[in-house]
């Protein structure tokens, strides 16, 4: 199945051709990248940029991470791969504190002892 996705990212038009034999596979694929832009943490859907990153694994191969950031909160999704290319997907946008995602920040607490606490 061939199909094209045309969409507007960072300021220009992209087109995409996809060509594969599975149709689920195609369908998958440009669902995923013809989805709106739309930032899980502060809703915004005009903020948008794509972005990418270059890395390198244990072993010395390369490879390049697709992102998504939010400019209005500063929130980043990054576009992930099924095993085997069966497709892609968008993680969900995550804010990052120092390398750390939103949800594993663990703000300063104070220490409660458990006899101190009136039950």
Not at 81 to 107: A, M, N, T
Request: with cysteine; net charge neutral; proline share 2%.
């Amino acid at each position: 199945m061939q199909l094209t996705i045309k969409r507007n990212i960072n300021k220009a038009v992209v087109e995409f051709k996809l060509d594969e034999r599975d149709e689920k596979v195609a369908l998958g694929k440009a669902i995923t990248l013809a989805v709106e832009d739309y930032c899980d943490n502060c809703k915004a859907s005009n903020s948008i940029v794509w972005r990418q990153n270059k890395a390198t694994d244990e072993k010395g191969g390369n490879f390049i991470y697709i992102k998504r950031r939010c400019t209005k909160c500063g929130a980043e999704s990054t576009l992930g791969e099924y095993q085997g290319g069966l497709g892609y997907f968008w993680k969900k946008f995550e804010l990052y504190k120092k390398g750390i995602p939103q949800d594993k920040i663990v703000e300063d607490t104070e220490e409660v002892r458990l006899e101190d606490v009136p039950f």
